[in-house]
């Protein structure tokens, strides 16, 4: 035969029984789709659970600071209040600074000379910042250093530099003691940070990072806007609580608190992360069983046309072939039901000695897998069931064409 030849009759043998054809092709769709159902799930949950993880081991807490009402209303938070919340148990490290506002960044250029021709000034954020900044953003430095306390104490004017910062203002070195020009005024750049730990603090790999002392005489940037706190594993919850009073002991409810998930909150929402994923998976399987149940249903409606012919000539109703067909159907369901039931037990007991954990079965889970694969079956069986019913007596008693 041609090719020509075969794929005609591959053609007409496919779409001899179309009925067939759909049941084995969507099992065959539905299993690919498990594969890769059960694939991009199972990675996407791997992701959740993980990020979930992560919210656990945080340990940094971000205090956020109101804006005094009026210029001349006394700060909510002093600069000497940090060192309040750095005596509680379980803090390991705190850091203050105050920044420009949002959308009212600084012009920093790192030339003096002025040029017409080119844009020198970059609008960046400013922060005016205590010495700890380091420690309790987790930042490191890729060059030079970071001010210490008697930078602060002197009010030196000098600078620290965020990555992306350094930049925009072509800065990759330090060793020549470069300078930038914070809204006109010199600061001479010690440090260039490289990564911030911290990813709710990444707003620091864009800012020119001063002394807040030189920063509230130069600049005039105001008073505390964000407490940074890294505490010891599990002491986070309490922290946030004992955070605000030691801050501000007149108004602590008045200071907006971030802090990691409770523990409790993040058990829950891991046991509903894995419980919707095996759900899915459950699911896709369930359809997978029903679609092959259907199509052995349909191959053995199509089989017994003789004797579905015999009993329609008989005196059998319509509704007693249907009848028939779905008790099987609904038969094998149930037996599925209850093998996969004790499989599922026994397979549950097995991991878990192997893997040394204590089992949980779901006991009303297990006792109604039974009737649910009795459903199943009973909904795989209808469009065969009513195939079988619509026979004529003398087309079926000649059996399959």
């Known amino acids: 035969m041609k090719v020509r030849d075969l794929i005609t009759e591959a053609v007409s043998g496919v779409g001899a029984r179309p009925a067939r054809t759909v049941l084995t092709i969507a099992g065959v769709v539905v299993g690919i789709g498990t594969l890769v159902t059960t694939l991009g799930v199972s990675a996407t949950a791997g992701n959740q659970i993980a990020g979930r993880f992560d919210a656990a081991t945080a340990t940094g807490i971000t205090v956020h600071v109101p804006v005094p009402t009026g210029k001349d209303a006394p700060p909510a938070v002093s600069w000497s209040a940090p060192g309040n919340v750095a005596r509680l148990n379980g803090v390991t490290a705190i850091a203050a600074w105050s920044r420009t506002p949002e959308g009212r960044d600084l012009p920093v250029r790192a030339n003096a000379v002025r040029d017409p021709t080119r844009i020198l000034d970059r609008l960046l954020p400013v922060l005016g910042s205590t010495e700890t900044l ?151 399987s369930l359809i997978v069983g029903a679609l092959g149940i259907a199509n052995v249903t349909l191959v053995t409606v199509l089989e017994r046309t003789a004797e579905i012919g015999l009993r329609r000539a008989m005196g059998a109703r319509r509704r007693d072939i249907a009848i028939q067909f779905l008790l099987e159907s609904t038969v094998i369901g149930l037996l599925g039901g209850i093998v996969g039931a004790s499989a599922g037990i026994l397979a549950v007991v097995a991991i878990s000695v192997v893997k040394q954990w204590t089992p949980v079965v779901d006991g009303t889970l297990a006792a109604a897998s039974p009737l649910v694969g009795a459903l199943v079956g009973l909904l795989a069986g209808l469009y065969p069931a009513m195939r079988a019913a619509r026979m004529q007596p003398v087309e079926a008693l000649r059996g399959p064409s």
């Open 134 to 284: 380091p420690a309790a953003t987790r930042a490191s430095l890729a060059a030079g250093r970071f001010f210490d306390a008697g930078h602060v104490r002197r009010r030196d004017r000098v600078a620290v530099l965020g990555a992306l910062a350094a930049e925009q203002l072509g800065l990759t070195r330090i060793d020549n003691q470069p300078a930038v020009l914070v809204d006109g005024t010199a600061f001479t750049v010690i440090g260039i940070l490289g990564t911030v730990g911290r990813q709710d603090q990444q707003v620091l790999g864009t800012a020119v990072i001063l002394p807040w002392t030189a920063a509230d005489d130069g600049l005039d940037l105001g008073p505390i806007s964000t407490v940074a706190i890294t505490t010891a594993l599990g002491a986070a919850q309490l922290i946030a609580r004992q955070a605000p009073v030691a801050l501000d002991p007149n108004d602590p409810e008045g200071l907006e608190v971030d802090a990691p998930p409770d523990p409790a909150s993040l058990r829950g929402g891991v046991a509903r992360d894995v419980s919707g994923l095996l759900l899915i998976l459950g699911l896709v």
